[in-house]
């Protein structure tokens, strides 16, 4: 029975997660289209994306420790409600100003009116982080690469909406429509979850966590898992690399297509997305999740590099598409080697960790290579020495400055990706995955959710079932207020 009601809550708790991901996503994307388009500057576009991924790395590391100190649902309401009400404050800051004062790039009001938005897409993490405990809690262990499959299966499918009616909303309703559409979509999601019941157990108090940003409780988790920093540092050089194409993605594709029809483009690439998470969910990772993932970014690397060789929209938004369908491995792989090797009640907080130090490298490219972009490599290439140097690879167009800088970015993490095999960090990161023990969470909370199993509701057989239901706390599973496990530290 509660293996059935850990299955239908994982369920609802991705459907929800679909609704909140759309919503948010799609009023950030509806911002950066409606900036583009109405002051056409690469520097804005930058700005706002490279503000996002440095708000949620300011941020990430709260939410972590946030999410272990409470309950899961809880903490999904809590994300909803912030949004919802963030949203709300930009709609009222909206329809307070004319449209000239929020598109002023040197006024107050379009900093405010963006901020407002991209912290209520930031919150949004929250859940998110909430969500990567939520599989180690519901899935059985064997299954978590397909479940972390599932949901980047999700996330494309929000993907895949957002960028259809992003742009769509900002062509036909504009963008005081667009706000009041998120506004409402956001209040479902919170009405969604309040029928939502997820079997969890109340979180203990952690004592060694004595502020609310708990560094060192963090950093305590990384260190008993060798090699973990390792994988942490390589996903964040991955995002300092992917910070390139978070700048200048949408200025490209605006290139080739207006609004309406980007959007259209996004939707079809983004279904690489749905391609990719779904192969995960299907297959798994393999017995190496860290080789899988390495192998993807490899082959990240060299598209990177050639889908913008010529200013062809078909060998754009196919690359595109390719290059969608192998995020997924990518990020199921790390949150899979998390979800094994650190021990349950600290997973929040690495996840935080990780949020964070791979969100703050985006925003150092994207905000260094936007003004590097408009003022010198893209007036560059529309010169006739730049066309003469590098004409004959990157052909002729409006956007050869954007391509060269793409063709560099997808070279480097190649280099970085190969080399990363070579590495020790690796070797014992993936010694460590294959010894490491399965983990059983138990503790006194969890007798809500196993009364209804016929277990006693006092705690001391609240261990949680395995793959085939047994109870896992008859064999000596880890309670909350147990000491951290150093999954495989005997084998290295």
């Given at each position: 029975?509660?293996?059935?009601?850990?299955?239908?809550?994982?369920?609802?708790?991705?459907?929800?997660?679909?609704?909140?991901?759309?919503?948010?996503?799609?009023?950030?994307?509806?911002?950066?289209?409606?900036?583009?388009?109405?002051?056409?500057?690469?520097?804005?576009?930058?700005?706002?994306?490279?503000?996002?991924?440095?708000?949620?790395?300011?941020?990430?590391?709260?939410?972590?420790?946030?999410?272990?100190?409470?309950?899961?649902?809880?903490?999904?309401?809590?994300?909803?409600?912030?949004?919802?009400?963030?949203?709300?404050?930009?709609?009222?800051?909206?329809?307070?100003?004319?449209?000239?004062?929020l598109l002023d790039l040197g006024g107050p009001w379009f900093w405010l009116f963006s901020a407002v938005i991209l912290f209520g897409g930031v919150i949004e993490q929250l859940r998110n982080i909430a969500l990567s405990t939520t599989v180690t809690l519901l899935v059985e262990e064997e299954k978590r690469a397909n479940a972390n499959g599932l949901v980047g299966t999700?996330?494309?499918?929000?993907?895949?909406?957002?960028?259809?009616?992003?742009?769509?909303?900002?062509?036909?309703?504009?963008?005081?429509?667009?706000?009041?559409?998120?506004?409402?979509?956001?209040?479902?999601?919170?009405?969604?979850?309040?029928?939502?019941?997820?079997?969890?157990?109340?979180?203990?108090?952690?004592?060694?966590?004595?502020?609310?940003?708990?560094?060192?409780?963090?950093?305590?988790?990384?260190?008993?898992?060798?090699?973990?920093?390792?994988?942490i540092i390589f996903s964040t050089f991955n995002n300092l690399i992917g910070g390139v194409y978070m700048a200048l993605m949408d200025p490209y594709g605006l290139t080739l297509?207006?609004?309406?029809?980007?959007?259209?483009?996004?939707?079809?690439?983004?279904?690489?997305?749905?391609?990719?998470?779904?192969?995960?969910?299907?297959?798994?990772?393999?017995?190496?999740?860290?080789?899988?993932?390495?192998?993807?970014?490899?082959?990240?690397?060299?598209?990177?590099?050639?889908?913008?060789?010529?200013?062809?929209?078909?060998l754009y938004v196919l690359g595109m598409w390719v290059y969608m369908a192998l995020v997924p491995p990518v990020e199921a792989a790390e949150q899979t080697v998390i979800q094994k090797v650190v021990p349950f009640d600290r997973q929040g907080r690495v996840f935080g960790v990780a949020a964070a130090m791979e969100a703050a490298a985006a925003p150092i490219t994207a905000f260094l290579i936007a003004p590097i972009a408009e003022f010198l490599i893209i007036p560059y290439m529309k010169t006739a020495d730049g066309q003469r140097q590098w004409g004959w690879l990157l052909g002729e167009g409006d956007a050869r400055g954007i391509a060269l800088i793409c063709?560099?970015?997808?070279?480097?993490?190649?280099?970085?990706?190969?080399?990363?095999?070579?590495?020790?960090?690796?070797?014992?990161?993936?010694?460590?995955?294959?010894?490491?023990?399965?983990?059983?969470?138990?503790?006194?909370?969890?007798?809500?959710?196993?009364?209804?199993?016929?277990?006693?509701t006092d705690g001391s057989d609240a261990g949680s079932t395995d793959a085939d239901g047994a109870d896992a706390g008859a064999r000596g599973s880890r309670t909350a207020d147990a000491p951290p496990i150093v999954p495989g530290a005997s084998q290295l």
């Open positions: 029975m509660q293996r059935t009601a850990a299955k239908t809550a994982f369920a609802n708790v991705l459907v929800n997660t679909l609704i909140a991901n759309v919503t948010t996503s799609f009023l950030w994307f509806a911002l950066t289209f409606w900036v583009y388009i109405e002051t056409q500057s690469v520097l804005a576009t930058g700005i706002i994306g490279g503000a996002y991924m440095l708000m949620v790395a300011f941020f990430a590391m709260l939410f972590g420790t946030i999410v272990d100190r409470h309950r899961k649902h809880t903490v999904m309401l809590l994300s909803s409600v912030i949004s919802a009400v963030a949203f709300l404050l930009a709609g009222v800051v909206y329809v307070s100003q004319p449209e000239r004062a999700v996330q494309g499918l929000a993907f895949l909406v957002t960028s259809v009616f992003s742009g769509l909303s900002i062509g036909f309703l504009g963008m005081g429509w667009t706000l009041a559409i998120a506004i409402v979509a956001m209040v479902l999601t919170f009405v969604h979850l309040l029928f939502i019941r997820i079997p969890e157990g109340t979180p203990k108090a952690d004592p060694d966590a004595k502020s609310a940003l708990d560094f060192r409780g963090s950093v305590r988790a990384i260190r008993l898992a060798p090699g973990l920093f390792a994988l297509f207006d609004a309406q029809m980007w959007g259209f483009a996004l939707a079809f690439a983004s279904t690489g997305f749905l391609i990719g998470g779904g192969l995960v969910a299907k297959f798994g990772l393999g017995r190496k999740p860290m080789r899988t993932m390495l192998l993807v970014v490899i082959a990240m690397g060299l598209l990177g590099s050639v889908f913008m060789l010529r200013e062809w929209w078909p063709l560099f970015a997808g070279l480097i993490m190649v280099v970085v990706g190969t080399l990363a095999f070579f590495t020790k960090s690796y070797r014992r990161l993936t010694e460590l995955y294959a010894h490491a023990p399965e983990q059983h969470i138990g503790g006194p909370g969890d007798a809500e959710a196993l009364s209804a199993d016929g277990h006693d």
